[in-house]
């Protein structure tokens, strides 16, 4: 091998294939997984004499219990003759054993086979070999995380410490800091084209937008982590952009309707604020066209002349803001008078909105009039809450109704 090639660290191997080369050459399928040893112990001596460090083997994995109970008493027993041996050749070649996974469902012959082997190379420092039994991603991360439960559950370990959590975006998982998920301070969540989710990952949002907070129920109880999130998000409305302008948008209804589709009912009852952004005209990127509303100044401060007046209003209380209104202190905090008790009825009916709606409304409403400087929520707020709402309706109503 030449100098200037470096050779990798680490190399994991799916022993995937044996059926197929079985099948091709018009053999056994135990005699597929038989040749598919002998190619395993050639690999381990062309790792060895190159060089590498760690050689990990995905043997059988937890999808494998699926098929017949000949194949896979047979694959356990190729296991258990192919250690025994090679133990001699691998102790003298200086590699060490290492066997990974969940041991409990694998044959106890594999397992003192394999721990024989651990034992007797433990001094070795050549080749690490990592044997891979019984393993799977999803079964992986239920233990990572019921280990990391049982220790917060002791007190070993607080949910501020807890480092790698898996980050949902979109297709890929990445890892973030350990207080972008559970953290006791309030942050904003930010989900950019957020149809590129999918929605069954999406849906995993409901509970912590409802509650802020997030539960995860194990055999050995269930526990609860801090996550006092406001969700932002924005999507196109349409796979090309345009739509309902039909036109520019090149959609046909159906792939409109599946687009959106992909946003759940529950998901869109949990927004309170639904707005779309028209598209910008030229005037207004050159700043030559009149301006609306006010600047962010201005802005800036009725917001924190809001906050401060609910602030003042929830004193001494666990809350501090109107979005942690619960049921009941809605029930206080956001009466309304006779004539805009009859106009919220009316908006109930007309909306056909859920109890859960009807609060998320009201909510709105009572910080609207706060900005506007008002003890008492008026029609003026209530209508413009539920304007809100109306807007996102207005795309998944048309959609389904082409």
């Not at 807890?162 to 942050?187: C, D, H, N, V």
């Not at 924005?234 to 948008?249: K, L, V």
Request: glycine residues 8%; charged residues 25%; aromatic residues 8%.
């Amino acid at each position: 091998m030449s100098e200037s090639v470096k050779s990798p660290r680490h190399v994991a191997v799916i022993m995937d294939g044996n059926g197929r080369w079985a099948e091709k050459n018009k053999v056994t399928r135990l005699s597929g997984h038989n040749q598919g040893m002998y190619t395993m112990k050639e690999i381990i001596k062309r790792a060895d004499v190159l060089g590498i460090k760690y050689l990990t083997v995905y043997a059988f994995s937890t999808e494998n219990w699926k098929r017949s109970q000949e194949e896979v008493g047979g694959i356990f027993n190729l296991l258990v003759k192919f250690v025994g041996s090679e133990l001699a050749e691998l102790s003298a070649n200086n590699v060490k054993v290492h066997m990974l996974g969940d041991y409990e469902k694998v044959p106890q012959s594999a397992v003192k086979s394999i721990e024989k082997a651990v034992d007797a190379t433990k001094d070795n420092t050549g080749l690490q070999f990592n044997i891979a039994l019984n393993y799977g991603g999803r079964d992986e991360i239920r233990r990572a995380v019921q280990a990391i439960s049982e220790k917060v559950q002791c007190g070993e370990l607080a949910p501020e410490d807890i480092i790698g959590i898996p980050q949902i975006r979109g297709e890929t998982s990445e890892f973030l800091p350990p207080k972008m998920i559970a953290r006791k301070e309030p942050y904003v969540l930010f989900l950019d084209e957020l149809t590129e989710f999918k929605r069954d990952t999406l849906d995993l949002l409901r509970q912590p937008m409802e509650e802020h907070r997030v539960q995860i129920a194990r055999s050995s109880g269930t526990y609860s982590y801090p996550a006092d999130f406001m969700l932002v998000a924005a999507m196109n409305p349409c796979p090309c952009g345009y739509y309902p302008d039909r036109n520019q948008c090149r959609c046909t209804p159906g792939e409109v309707q599946r687009y959106l589709s992909r946003i759940s009912g529950p998901i869109l009852d949990r927004m309170d604020i639904c707005t779309e952004v028209p598209r910008m005209e030229f005037a207004g990127l050159t700043g030559s066209g009149k301006k609306n509303g006010s600047d962010s100044r201005q802005l800036a401060a009725q917001v924190m002349e809001a906050r401060a007046r609910q602030e003042e209003r929830y004193k001494g209380m666990p809350i501090r803001f109107n979005s942690q209104l619960g049921a009941g202190d809605i029930r206080i905090f956001c009466r309304l008078g006779l004539s805009e008790q009859q106009y919220m009825e009316r908006l109930f009916d007309t909306l056909g909105l859920s109890a859960r709606g009807y609060h998320r409304i009201l909510r709105l409403a009572r910080t609207l009039a706060d900005l506007d400087g008002e003890d008492q929520i008026g029609k003026i707020h209530l209508s413009e809450a539920a304007c809100y709402r109306m807007a996102g309706g207005k795309y998944w109503r048309k959609s389904s109704e082409e």
